[in-house]
């Protein structure tokens, strides 16, 4: 089994795999290179993200500056907004619905470390090569969910659709459906209903 199909799997891999890296710097070099567009340039920032993600939607903006780590393994939908400094770290997959809006700051997390400190430090491997043992969860935000500014999804999660998820939280936990959620670790404050329409 390869280290791409350890990671990919959940289990621990070395992330000194050389075609690991390679794409880790492909990744980079491609979001520097989407970051460095003008706005009039809509064509050649779809062109980037064509090459670099796993899939984009139609009429799916992303505002500069955007970082990934591996880019195919994060999958994005239609008509979804993200603002600016969006973070995704898609060692696992990482999949954003339709619709959805991102407020600026925000990070999709799928890489988990050893808690032990001798377990998670940088090691030597028998034929000299340093390296550190990774796992990954994937993060799923179904359709219609609104992010805050500064949200930050830990491994593992799911937010369910038409969720709404407050400025500034760290959600550690899967949230369900048609629900406000906020707070450090975010927690459900209430449904929505019917009562929050503005009559638009």
Known sequence: MTEMEKMLSGQWYDTSDPQLAARRDFARDMSEKYNRTAEAEVQLRQGILKQLLGSVGEQ?????????????NTFIGDRCYINFNAVFLDCAKIRLGNDIFVGPNTSFLTPIHPLLAR??????????????????????????VWLGGDVTVLPGVTIGHDSVIGAGSVVTKDIPPGVVAAGNPCRVLRKITEDDANGL
Request: net charge negative; charged share 30%.
């Open 60 to 72: 799916t903006e992303l505002h500069p500056s955007v970082k990934f780590d591996y880019g195919c």
């Open 119 to 144: 377990e998670r430090n940088v090691r030597t491997a028998p034929d000299g090569h340093t390296y550190m043992l990774e796992r990954c969860q994937p993060v799923t935000v179904e359709d219609c």
